[in-house]
């Protein structure tokens, strides 16, 4: 199994619809969990942090199942501007970063 | 404006010619990290610093060198550079090792 796994999409969404996907990760002690958002040819920014009781910021809600090892990020009245990879981050006690491989979205007009 | 800058953001060299990217900081992060992002791979680790003198090897080391001198720098050099180092570069720093701040990326292609 992957160390953290996301579905590659693309998730062809129309505008306005609400788009959820998920991000399975291997290792039980992980400890910190992230979502970033990277447009084409572009840097990773920083999304959103995951909290074991949740996240929410505006039209974003982050969670985390420690029980099922998996994150998870949706997104409300989805626009133009969300299509992009969203990236799913863990991080372990041994100060390791692993990054998914992205979950490209595209939000229909 | 914090940020992070690398550069050249774009390269192109051949086979063993030594180079250098630079990568620097105005946040006074003391964590800063190399990776690289390939097609169908994702973002891959190279190296990451704790702190000024310390550094660690990441998942994908081989090929790589790195300093952190000072707080705010952490270049990564390339003694002699193959073609499967052809890729995307990016240098982050952070505060903590968790939430990361991403530098516009290096685009190098070796031939």
């Known amino acids: 199994r992957k160390e953290v796994e996301q579905d590659p999409g693309p998730f062809n969404v129309p505008e306005g619809a609400t788009v959820a996907f998920n991000c399975t990760y291997s290792n039980s002690a992980s400890q910190s969990f992230f979502w970033y958002r990277q447009d084409c040819r572009k840097e990773p920014k920083l999304l959103m942090s995951v909290y074991s009781s949740g996240n929410e910021d505006g039209r974003f809600t982050a969670q985390l199942n420690r029980a099922s090892q998996y994150i998870s990020l949706l997104i409300r009245d989805s626009k133009l501007s969300d299509s992009a990879t969203y990236l799913c981050v863990v991080s372990n006690r041994d100060d390791k970063i692993i990054f998914g491989k992205g979950t490209r979205l595209h939000i229909l007009p | ?111």
């Open chain 2, 1 to 111: 404006e914090a940020q992070v800058t690398q550069n050249p953001r774009y390269l192109i060299t051949v086979t063993g010619k030594k180079l250098t990217v630079t990568c620097s900081q105005n946040m006074n992060h003391e964590y800063m990290s190399w990776y690289r992002q390939d097609p169908g791979l994702g973002l891959r680790q190279i190296y990451y610093s704790m702190n000024v003198e310390v550094t660690d090897k990441g998942d994908v080391p081989e090929g790589y060198k790195v300093s952190r001198k000072e707080k705010r720098n952490f270049p990564l050099i390339l003694e002699s550079p193959s073609p499967n180092q052809t890729s995307l570069y990016f240098c982050a720093s952070s505060p903590t090792g968790f939430e990361q701040y991403f530098g516009p990326g290096t685009r190098l292609t070796v031939t």
